[in-house]
């Protein structure tokens, strides 16, 4: 399963917020809300995020084996 616990590290990390994310650099809040509820998100959105926040996709998303 993918989940995005460091999304949130390296978001407060960068000094941002959700609110600055969905406001100077155009990411939907529906988009926000997918991280918050662990759904997925495509490619492009965790490109921008990464062109956003500097880092890397692991600093955003983490695989977690359920079994």
């Known amino acids: 399963m ?8 390296t978001l407060k990390e960068r ?4 609110y600055s ?5 155009n990411i939907s809040s529906a988009t926000i ?8 998100i495509t490619t492009q ?3 921008d995020l990464c062109r956003i926040l500097k880092c890397r996709v692991e ?3 983490e ?4 079994e």
Request: net charge negative; hydrophobic share 30%; aromatic share 14%.
């Open 21 to 25: 994310l969905i406001n100077n650099y």
């Open 2 to 9: 993918i989940v995005y616990d460091p999304f949130w590290k």
């Open 33 to 40: 809300d997918r991280i918050r509820k662990n759904n997925g």
């Open 15 to 18: 000094g941002e917020s959700t």
């Open 45 to 47: 959105k965790l490109n």
């Open 59 to 61: 600093d955003i998303i």
């Open 63 to 66: 695989y977690i084996d359920e």
